[in-house]
């Protein structure tokens, strides 16, 4: 008889995941709260596969960074202050982790996680609309443009392509479009796609492989036997398992708290704008670097994301990040203006965001069936089909693709 394993989660980790055990013969049940709709996590980003994103969020400065970006209600990071336990004790893992030699440890792991993941999307046989044209870290001042290019001399040593521009050779690159800029970092290796087509092509795929999906289903507890989860306590009844993977996004957290578990999580809330018909379009995927947002090409749309706003379990939409979107959008792109936006519906998405910035993937020593795979904060698209692939690997007991040390789910206990 073939494994029987719940999902508890069904966004893009949640249904990758479910992808990877399905082809390898197990019996799936994807659990979860939300009706079926397009409106997760996932939906909205950017559609950015992106190896050259090696260094964690908890890096070197980001403490500075970030204390200096929360004075200004428009800038790309913002903490809402309140009275939160959890929040200050992530607060403390982040300071903590934020070193150089931790970050020396992790590139080394996001790389091959990235650099797995590109391969997947390759070799899905799925039509999602792929493009490998790589990605431009846009810079408009000379010192960020250094900057940078010390990052493409790492990026090169860990084996990931990078190249330094100047403006004349980024125009040279992706010239259907007019850009501001003294010269850019060309990454070949990264990718972009549609992230909806993507997610539907998947969720295609899962319906044929007969995959179970129980959507509006409330996970209510756990039964447990012996350090084993027996069943899942739902608002339609037991769903019974023998094996169970976390990846409920920003809501892991609190099934981890139930489960006995310390899994420190925020949501880092990020919004993205979607121009249907915009005056110019792009051919690469970018990153404007000194407002840290994120343009994508997409089937003929340009969408432009960006902030992290961590303020709790909130999707409501802070019009003040979005004015700090569309007005550092057109010092990029000046064929653009924030008039661009006036009719254009924001949408916000929160991104599971662990406190060292890398995600959690693996087995808990608490649960001996319990798997867990989320916390990938903005790197959640790009790194699913690794992921799915790699915890499809734990529940067969192979060899996993990709070292897990960094990742234990247990590793904050």
Known sequence: MSKQVIILGAGVIGLSTALYCARRGMQVTIIDQKARQRDGC?????GMIVPSHFIPLA????????LKWMWNPESPFYIQ???DADLMRWGLHFWKAATKARVDAAAPVLRDLSLLSRECFETLGLDFGLVKRGLLMLCQKQQTLDEEGHMAEKANALGIPAEVLDAKATAALDPAVTMQVCGSVFFPKDCHLTPGRFIGAVEAELLRLGVTFLWETEVRGFEVESGVLKAVKTSRGQVEGQEVVLCGGVW???LAKELGLKIPMQAGKG????LTNPKQLPELCSICTEARLAVTPMDGAL???GTMELAGIDESITQRRVRGITRAFPQYFPAFDDKDFAEVKPWSGLRPVSPDGMPYIGRTQRWKNLTVATGHAMMGLSLAPATGRIVAEVLSGERSSVKLDLMSPDRFA
């Open 42 to 46: 996932s939906f909205g980003n950017a």
């Open 59 to 66: 890096a070197p400065g980001m403490v500075a960074l970030g």
């Open 81 to 83: 202050p309140r009275l």
């Open 252 to 254: 892991s957290a609190q």
């Open 271 to 274: 919004y993205s704008l979607t």
């Open 303 to 305: 969408r432009v994301g």
